[in-house]
């Protein structure tokens, strides 16, 4: 078994590509024709965005999206950095709203979070110290 990749579903797939293109420098590995499905090159684990609409495609009952309410949801997605601080900096003028600065965490970790456009949590942190 291996993880593949996550799928945040969003009002704009090509939107959410972007925002991660603009702040991080990640890579657009595919969008289809549609824009209802794309993948961001990111290593190992691919994240992934598909549109609301393919999402109810596949469970018609429906979801909680990330951006139906002022809180974020309690999933995030997590991307390690040597320099939290100019990642957060990044993100912010890329349109993140900053939920907490970056700070130094007992474990010594940096850690900070915001929530991006989308609606998405993103935490942004230093690798574990061994």
Known sequence: MKFA???V???DVAS???FFEEAFGFSRRFLTPEGDYGE???GDTTLSFASK???LSNHPEGFRFAD???LPLGVEIALATDDVAAAHQAALAAGARELAAPQVKPWGQTVSFLRCPDGM???LCSPLPH
Do not use: K, P, Q, R
């Open 53 to 55: 609409a393919l999402a």
């Open 5 to 7: 990749y996550t799928i």
């Open 68 to 70: 139906d309410g002022a």
């Open 121 to 123: 949590l993103l935490e």
């Open 16 to 18: 959410s590509l972007a």
């Open 40 to 42: 961001l090159d990111t």
């Open 9 to 11: 579903y969003v009002a």
